[in-house]
């Protein structure tokens, strides 16, 4: 059988859906069970299932190929993982009185006699517990556990997966499993090693609802592949604010003004927006589905009035018969194609990306090399939103960009990464010297568009060294993605404030420099700072982003 991470590295590399499923199939059950014991309730189960495997599809090129003996064989432990984080952020959104009340509930309905759920009374003893304690044991008797009885492999597959022999992986199941005992010992609950484990294996993972896999599926792979700048985002190492990020723009962010956003605060931005996308895509994508059968139906039709005409032809008398036939067969097939919402909507979404296609050859300004890279998933993420003014193109035009971008950063960081390697990890001084370490060698033209800058220039990004690597130019600062790639990473971010921060980084440094290394804990501690005409319109620029337009 495909492990796991095989099966991951077949998606992450050549976007195979099919890989994918066959992984939601494998662990769906485990992962909707283990959420619904935390936030007990079935709707919202099902939306941390999809936002577990949304997660996995965003992050599974982070993850080591399956041949490499010190990659695990498994992803049980990791999706257990983020299904228990995933349902706790669920809970505290939630009200915890309401909350409370709503399981009490249904927990005396489980508890009635009347009722079916079918449920023995220690396993309802068990299961309020059974997370909690599971997260109580160490990682590899968790791995053992979970494996061993939430996904009832063989003692045999345990030790596979954990590199460890059979006889070793029944030592250390059992000793979980004594350890899980003892935890429910202490919460009043007394059952047997062997009683626990036959409860836990019986129980513990339950029928995921008929189709919740086929919607996983379909969103989880639009959320790994449709938004590209999910992967660049997930890809950055280590993104972190600078001291001036944390005195100015830091401010900017509580007011929910993007000056300097950071990558991680982008990527949760992101998130939000790329949710709703999902939603219509998935749509999107079963109308496709609709679509692509009603064409073979029509397809198949066709072969068969080729056939009938050719048998027809050879009948002069009938040629009258055949045109009017032909003509009834039109206007049915003009009717249907008018009363059909789903190819409408696919149509017109079809028809945007030609209008954005038409209006980018008459913006030549606004195109880049990189747009080479550019997928048909690419033009339909940049024309998903009507586009009427001049500011829908320029939003839409920055998309295609920062897709493109996005590609031609993670081919150069590749390159960067075996330039340092060759060069005992002296950065380039500038990028052109990287051209030889590229798989494929990239057009000048793109080269030419980025510049190696000191890291302090973006001062909320940190990729570790001094230097980073960023467009030298921007076209358009309003809507544009500003890259940078760096030795431990890369990511983006908006260029809105950079400038300003940059600006006033000596004045901040001065302020340290004369308070024992403590940062202001205001900006307008700043102000006996600031020297130069330069640093005064940066500070003033900044506080306007901060407090919002003047009312």
Known sequence: MTSDLDLLVQYARNHSQD??????????????????????????????????FADLARNAGSFGGGGDASSPKTLTPWLYAVTRRTAIDVIRKESR????????????????PQSSAGFQPAWTEIESFLDDAMAALEETDRSAVLLRYFENKSLRE????????????????SRAVECLREFFSKRNVTIGAS???????????????????????????????????????????????????????????????????????????????????????????????????ERNNATRRLTALEAENQQWQSNSNETELLKLRGEVTLQAAEAQKANNPTEAAAQAW????????????????????????????????????PLIADADYRRAFATLRSAGENQFIIQMQTALANYLKQN??????????????????????MLQRYTVVPASFI????????????????????????????????????YQ?????????????????????????????????????????AYQKLEQLRNGPAK
């Open 459 to 494: 001062p909320n990004m940190v990729m570790g060294g001094d230097s980073l690597i960023t467009v030298k130019n921007p076209i358009d600062e309003e809507y544009d993605a500003l890259w940078a790639l760096g030795p431990q990473g890369f990511g983006n971010t908006t």
């Open 350 to 385: 079809a028809d945007r990306v030609a209008q954005l296609k038409q209006r980018l050859e008459q913006t030549p300004n606004a195109k880049i090399p990189e747009f080479k890279y550019l997928t048909d998933d690419n033009w339909l993420n940049a024309a998903k939103n």
């Open 424 to 445: 005992n990890g002296q950065f380039p001084s500038d990028v052109s010297q990287l051209k030889p370490f590229f798989e494929t060698a990239p057009d000048d033209a």
């Open 19 to 52: 890989a994918f499923a066959t992984l939601v199939q494998r662990h769906l059950d485990l992962v909707y069970s283990a959420a619904f014991r935390q936030v007990h309730s079935s709707q919202l189960a099902e939306e941390v299932a999809q936002s577990v």
């Open 158 to 173: 345990v030790g596979e997966a954990l590199g460890a022999s059979e006889d070793a992986a029944q030592k250390r199941v």
């Open 195 to 293: 009683g626990l484990a036959v409860l836990v294996s019986a129980n513990a993972v339950q029928a995921a609802p008929v189709g919740l896999a086929t919607t996983i599926s379909a969103a989880a792979v639009l959320a790994g592949t449709a938004v590209s700048t999910s992967t660049a985002i997930t890809a950055t190492k280590v993104i972190a604010m600078t001291t001036i990020q944390k005195v100015i723009i830091g401010a900017t962010l509580a007011a929910a003004v993007g000056t300097g956003i950071f990558e991680a605060r982008q990527a949760s931005q992101l998130s939000k927006q790329n949710q709703a996308l999902r939603q219509q895509q998935a749509t999107l994508a079963e109308q496709i589905r609709q679509l692509q059968s």
């Open 97 to 112: 009185r309401q909350l409370r009340e709503q399981i009490a509930v249904e927990m005396n309905l489980m508890n009635a």
């Open 497 to 537: 404030g950079v400038n300003e921060a940059r600006v006033l980084d000596p004045a901040l440094k001065a302020y340290e420099a004369a308070n024992s290394g403590q940062e202001p804990k205001d900006p307008s501690l700043l102000l006996p700072y600031l020297t130069t005409p330069e640093q005064q319109a």
